[in-house]
């Protein structure tokens, strides 16, 4: 029961970060670069959600049982039509409970075109991994990080 209420508050927390998102869909969005650049991205048909956390080492059962439950989440939000007609990819980077192997996960998954980021799951990890976000203007919900 115990596990279930946390896959379940993990659940709803996913999907107001979806309900965010798709409230403020645009035909375009745009942003900057750490450089100032101005970046323009055209809408596409899924949202790219991308998840960090330990999947494997001493902390991998937080990083695995976020893994899960964001999965439960997007196949059932992709069963269900999606968000305003648009799927979720889902894609999650295992970082060993490791910050600087957390940053080359979020550098990864942003190079993939990721538009929301669910994770990092552990402290030490979200610390290095918020800077660059709050940098890109990326929307980070952490699981559990503190």
């Known amino acids: 029961m115990k596990n279930f209420k ?3 508050a993990l ?8 309900a965010t998102v ?6 375009a969005s745009t ?5 100032g650049s101005v970046v323009s991205e055209e809408s596409s048909d899924t949202w790219k959600i991308g998840g960090i956390g330990p999947t494997t080492g001493g902390a991998a059962v937080y990083g695995m049982a976020v893994q899960y439950g964001a999965q439960i989440a997007v196949d059932e939000i992709n069963a269900a039509g999606g968000i305003n007609g648009k799927l979720v990819e889902f894609k999650f980077a295992d970082d060993e409970n490791n910050a ?3 940053v080359n996960a979020y550098n990864s998954l942003k190079d993939w075109n990721m538009q929301i980021l669910l ?7 979200c610390v290095a991994v918020a800077a660059e976000t709050a940098a890109d203007n990326m929307f980070l919900l952490t699981p559990s990080g503190s």
């Open 6 to 8: 946390k896959v379940l």
């Open 119 to 125: 994770g990092t799951v552990t402290s030490t990890p």
């Open 22 to 27: 798709a409230c403020g869909e645009n035909a």
């Open 11 to 18: 659940g709803l927390a996913f999907m107001m970060a979806f």
């Open 100 to 102: 600087e192997k957390s």
């Open 31 to 35: 942003g900057n670069n750490k450089d």
